[in-house]
């Protein structure tokens, strides 16, 4: 078992790496969603799919 492990001690810390890597970057996008922060970094009313991304609702009259 020490064996294996030694021997593939490069693939297991490299995947604990990434691993670590993708939590963060999901940790950072629900939080962010949380906030109300948008996910391209504009702002809606310059972007070209504005309509598409956020369509406006129906007044109930």
């Not at 070209?48 to 609702?57: L, R």
């Amino acid at each position: 078992m020490l064996t294996w492990f030694i021997e593939n001690m490069a693939t297991i810390i490299i995947s604990i790496v990434l691993v670590i890597v993708v939590a963060a970057v999901i940790v950072g996008m629900v939080r962010g969603k949380r906030k109300g922060k948008l996910s391209c970094g504009c702002s809606c009313s310059v972007c070209a799919m504005k309509g598409a991304c956020h369509p406006t609702k129906p007044e109930i009259l």
